[in-house]
């Protein structure tokens, strides 16, 4: 609470401000030409017809390619359903292989017309702050502390598919109070204090002293006339110096003032009051813990008839003690983090302040991830003094200047500089520390660790012998399990698995510990290709997975025994690969059936990059729909609608490839009686019976297509922001880097970090 008390917080993030530079692009003329030569004769050929004025989706209006060029969205879509084979439409002309990747052609070098060699813009990231997982990853590897940033929080939104992309994460009023409370906790947990000195304390009315009864009492007092004594006794809780105050006056009377004697059995001192006004006494007496007495008497009476009273009057009486703060002795319970961050004391030519500048800024420079400035040191270490001066321990001003660092923004937020573009137009590098701070978070999900620091602070980061070996490093330690966990479990969705409820009549099988097995399944696979460096189709048709006993029971797998993963082979098994996994295909279906639909839709978004576009309204849900049948036969019903047909005709075939699979992922031949057909054929012909020979076309005619899917996810994923049509020339390299290596996981994780997006700041458009 000291912290909130002593120091303002204000969380305001500069705006980066970037001098705005135009992209290079290709030759208008030249652009012109081929639209008018190549382009249009074909767009009126298989387009027009449907997409003339007044259609819903009006292409005919574009009649130059500069007019193509500002409205890129349509043509992006129009591109993926060409791509796709559902446009042109069954009934409309037929588009041979050759022309459809001529069309494709032309309009990529329209739609996505961008100088690949004169300095392509690179891109702008806002301002990111760190998600729930960020956050608690980097409290845990900079002060050893697990905090669990849930409960309380609010949640992280999502775009483009994932919780870390900095236009959607914002910083409600109310997050800023959690983190407040949060860096209280953390810190009360990283470093160890003893428990607070108590006090003990009476105050005691003279009225109800010992004795006082013998005494005249009144208007707030007690008058001892004579030689008397009264006593205050109370039980002591522990042994320390006390201090008793005692207010007092006196009528006074002959040669000398008024005394008062204090005795505590150990200490007798006399004490003079002089004054018929009221004055506090304080004497200080040690008491031993146990039933002590501290008896007051009146020891100079003095008195003659009609001339002079000598008098003592007691007006209020106060004991109080405060236990002497306890030290941290070898044997208190001190914690790891204690001892890690707190790595200096103060002691012979090592003053408070040198020690604070010493603990807090090497903690500062880690979690800013960059070298903490001198007047941040400064302002951190008068912040621990100010604790100090007001009767804190040396550890408790560290407490609160540390809760003062990990509510800053340079904490809280990935800060990076603003920088401007050179004269000739060339996108500035981000710096090694914030290129440290890039990669970790993409690998780790967390803070750079002291390696990458020291690359940073030697300006090594950038050399690719370096930077490759340690790439591979962290693609092996342990913390790349959250790269894992947060990348491919939101690529995959598999935390849609949380909310799927699969009939429990008709799937007895499936319970709350298979979810989490499948999931595991999924996670340990995905793990698996990544630090084997194996091609990335591998996670579309490896001939392995990872199993304990009681998945492999679910599956009916022999052989795996015990609770712990091992890999385990699918050779001549109707499994293998992503497609064919339980939490793939469960979070795909519907609670009582599976769902050819959502198992085509997400192959499209997921795997090719291809998502369909929204179902036009007033179309009924199938089962609210009037079909009859067989599922196979409603679906080819509900695609007899000319507003469903064009996305059905491309996920349904996708999705009964599938079938073979139940709404959990159990292999089963038939269903309701009938044997499946697993067969599908897609609108540009190609065709396929079952998971096998789905995987193959994925595999072989659309190994690139997926390579390119998975890179651009992993870049969005990287640099926190959607991708734009300039970041082509990156997606085109880094696939290229891929394919050189034969689709190795490792080079596309190179290729992601190597590229301009990543390294460089560019602009928005």
Request: charged fraction near 25%; aromatic fraction near 8%; glycine fraction near 8%.
């Amino acid at each position: 609470m000291y912290f909130r008390k002593s120091v303002g917080l204000k969380l305001s993030c500069a705006a980066f401000v970037v001098a705005a530079c135009g992209v290079v692009r290709a030759d208008d003329a030249k652009d012109a030409a081929a639209f008018r030569a190549q382009l249009a004769p074909l767009l009126r050929t298989y387009c027009y017809d449907c997409h003339g004025p007044g259609s819903e989706v009006e292409l005919e209006k574009y009649r130059t390619a500069a007019e193509i060029k500002k409205d890129r969205g349509v043509w992006v879509r129009a591109m993926a359903q060409v791509r796709l084979g559902t446009m042109p439409p069954e009934d409309g002309e037929t588009l041979a292989a050759e022309t459809r990747n001529q069309l494709l052609t032309l309009l990529d070098g329209l739609v996505n017309s961008v100088d690949c060699v004169s300095n392509p813009n690179a891109g702008k990231v806002a301002l990111r702050r760190l998600n729930r997982a960020e956050y608690r990853n980097t409290v845990r590897d900079l002060t050893g502390v697990d905090y669990e940033a849930s409960e309380g929080f609010p949640g992280d939104d999502v775009g483009y598919g994932f919780d870390n992309i900095g236009d959607v994460l914002s910083m409600p009023p109310l997050l800023i109070e959690k983190y407040l409370d949060a860096a209280e906790v953390i810190t009360g947990e990283a470093i160890y204090t003893p428990p607070p000195s108590r006090v003990f304390e009476v105050d005691q009315d003279p009225s109800k002293l010992i004795g006082a009864s013998k005494y005249g009492a009144g208007s707030g007092r007690v008058t001892l006339s004579s030689h008397g004594t009264v006593a205050l006794e109370c039980d002591v809780p522990f042994t320390a110096t006390y201090t008793v105050t005692i207010a007092a006056s006196g009528d006074q009377g002959g040669d000398e003032p008024v005394k008062m004697r204090v005795d505590s059995g150990r200490l007798r001192k006399v004490i003079e009051v002089p004054k018929e006004t009221v004055e506090d006494f304080e004497l200080r007496l040690r008491l031993v813990r146990g039933t002590r007495r501290v008896e007051i008497s009146f020891i100079n009476d003095y008195y003659v008839p009609k001339k002079a009273d000598r008098n003592l009057h007691l007006h209020h009486v106060n004991l109080r003690g405060v236990e002497k703060r306890a030290l941290i002795t070898a044997d208190a319970k001190i914690p790891a983090s204690h001892q890690k961050l707190i790595f200096v004391t103060p002691g012979g030519k090592v003053s408070p302040d040198q020690a604070s500048a010493e603990i807090l800024g090497r903690f500062a420079s880690r979690a800013f991830r960059r070298p903490a400035s001198s007047q941040e040191v400064e302002r951190l270490v008068e912040l621990a003094a100010q604790v100090r001066a007001d009767s804190g321990r040396f550890e408790e001003g560290i407490q609160v200047a540390i809760q003062a660092v990990l509510v800053s923004p340079h904490f809280l937020f990935k800060v990076e500089t603003p920088k401007a573009v050179d004269a000739q137009g060339k996108m500035p590098l981000v710096t090694q520390y914030e290129l440290a701070t890039r990669i970790s978070y993409f690998l780790w999900s967390s803070m750079p660790d002291d390696e990458l620091l020291l690359l940073a602070h030697r300006g090594q980061l950038r050399e690719p012998a370096r930077l490759l070996d340690k790439i591979a490093r962290m693609l092996r330690d342990p913390r790349a399990n959250r790269f894992v966990k947060n990348f491919a479990g939101q690529w995959l969705q598999l935390r849609n698995l949380d909310q799927v409820r699969p009939d429990a009549r008709k799937f007895d099988v499936f319970n709350d510990e298979i979810r989490e097995l499948m999931r595991r399944e999924t996670l340990t696979f995905f793990a698996g290709v990544m630090r084997g460096n194996l091609p990335v189709t591998t996670l579309l048709d490896g001939q392995f997975t990872y199993l304990n006993e009681q998945l492999a029971k679910f599956y009916g797998v022999a052989g795996v025994q015990g609770p712990a993963f091992r890999r385990v082979s699918l050779e001549g098994t109707p499994r293998g690969g992503l497609l064919t996994q339980a939490s793939i295909l469960t979070v795909t279906s519907d609670p009582t059936r599976t769902s050819p639909v959502k198992r085509g839709k997400w192959i499209l978004e997921n795997l090719l990059n291809t998502p369909p576009p929204p179902a036009p309204p007033n179309v009924p849900e199938l089962e609210k729909a009037r079909l009859t049948g067989t599922l196979r036969e409603r679906m080819e019903q509900h695609r007899a609608n000319p507003a469903c047909a064009a996305c059905h005709n491309m996920m349904d075939p996708l999705g009964f490839a599938l079938e073979n699979y139940d709404a959990v992922g159990l292999w089963r031949d038939r269903e309701g009686g009938e044997e499946i057909d697993a067969s599908g054929k897609l609108p540009d012909g190609t065709k396929f019976r079952g998971v096998g020979e789905l995987r193959e076309m994925l595999v072989t005619e659309r190994k690139d297509q997926f390579t390119r899917c998975l890179a651009e996810k992993l870049l969005i994923y990287a640099i926190g922001r959607g991708t734009e049509y300039y970041d082509k020339c990156a997606v085109d390299q880094i696939v290229l880097e891929a394919q050189q290596h034969d689709y190795k996981f490792a080079y596309l994780i190179a290729g992601i970090i190597n590229s301009d997006p990543f390294q460089k700041q560019g602009y928005r458009e």
